[in-house]
């Protein structure tokens, strides 16, 4: 069992940044693939950005690549997600999620994910 808190949303004008963080219970962390998906009111929940358990392969949504960047830290069971240039578009609540080692990895898809954590808040005013 996994489980998983982020922080670091906010508030910030288009342009800024904000750097987000996810961090996870449990002794296997390094063993999880990992990603970031965010929900904007009204839309349904879309894939932003993953990362391999090791680190070495990560994967972008096309709306996001070249303004964030995910990261992580095994030694510290944590996830980051870097976001620059930040958009209006970009308003959402960010969840960070986690499959379960050993199964097939999608990792755009919300369902190769067991565990989620409760979401934190992004707004981007124009």
């Known amino acids: 069992q996994v489980q998983l808190v982020e922080s670091g949303g906010g508030l910030v004008q288009t342009g800024g940044s904000l750097r987000l963080s996810c961090a996870a219970s449990g002794r296997t962390f390094s063993r999880y693939d990992m990603a970031w998906f965010r929900q904007a009111p009204g839309k349904e929940r879309e894939f932003v950005t993953a990362?391999?358990?090791?680190?070495?392969?990560?994967y972008y949504a096309d709306s996001v690549k070249g303004r964030f960047t995910i990261s992580r830290d095994n030694a510290k069971n944590t996830v980051y997600l870097q976001m620059n240039s930040l958009k209006p578009e970009d308003t959402a609540v960010y969840y960070c999620a986690a499959d379960n080692p050993g199964r097939l990895w999608y990792p755009t898809r919300s369902s190769s994910y067991d565990y989620w954590g409760q979401g934190t808040q992004v707004n981007v005013s124009s």
């Open positions: 990362i391999r358990w090791s680190g070495g392969t990560t």
